[in-house]
């Protein structure tokens, strides 16, 4: 699901359209950080983006405040296909693994920079993260398929979709630390979900 420029600049705390040379800087810096984030994570060097970019680094701070509000405007796409996901998953017949669809997405986004798992983690405790226009849409579209499963009696009514957003971004970077073991995401998301079910037998 594509994102317009006007939308990505939006993320980037722009306030009304752009003239022409700055939208191809933007556009610009933009394309870099999502190499530079490929290549050397998340922690990239916002000057050398710059300069890759053929700007100075004063006017990559003009687009984007800080790094925070960086990683939101290249993250835009990927937020746009997690929700409509969502929206799609909160039809699927069966609520619970629905739900268990929509965390390992989460978990697939978290683990595709290094270093974002870590960022995305101390963002949910700083509203005033530019992350943070990521997370709470997330939380919303995370919640309403939660809700639906605990409906279903399939996942216990104590959980909270805050604790599994964590949980999703804890298994993220830990799968970051080991990237020799494929699975290792998949295996602590299926302990993870052990602990999440009802008990039936009540």
Aim: aromatic fraction near 4%.
């Amino acid at each position: 699901m594509a994102i317009s420029t006007a939308e990505t600049a939006a993320a980037s705390g722009s306030a009304r359209p752009m003239r022409a040379d700055a939208r191809r800087n933007y556009e610009r810096l933009l394309s870099e950080a999502r190499t530079a984030f490929a290549e050397h994570g998340t922690d990239a060097s916002l000057e050398e983006i710059a300069r890759r970019s053929g700007v100075g680094i004063g006017t990559l701070y003009r687009h984007f405040p800080n790094r925070h509000a960086m990683m939101s405007a290249v993250f835009q796409e990927a937020l746009a296909a997690l929700l409509e996901r969502s929206r799609e998953l909160t039809g699927a017949e069966h609520p619970c693994g629905a739900l268990v669809e929509w965390l390992r997405a989460l978990i697939t986004h978290a683990g595709e920079y290094r270093g974002l798992a870590r960022a995305l983690m101390s963002a949910s405790h700083d509203e005033s993260s530019a992350l943070s226009s990521c997370s709470m849409p997330l939380r919303e579209a995370g919640e309403r398929l939660l809700v639906r499963a605990q409906k279903s009696g399939s996942v216990r009514a104590d959980v909270s979709i805050g604790d599994l957003m964590q949980l999703t971004n804890a298994i993220a970077l830990a799968a970051e630390q080991d990237p020799d073991d494929a699975q290792l995401a998949d295996r602590l998301l299926a302990l993870t979900l052990r602990g999440l079910k009802a008990d039936r037998s009540a």
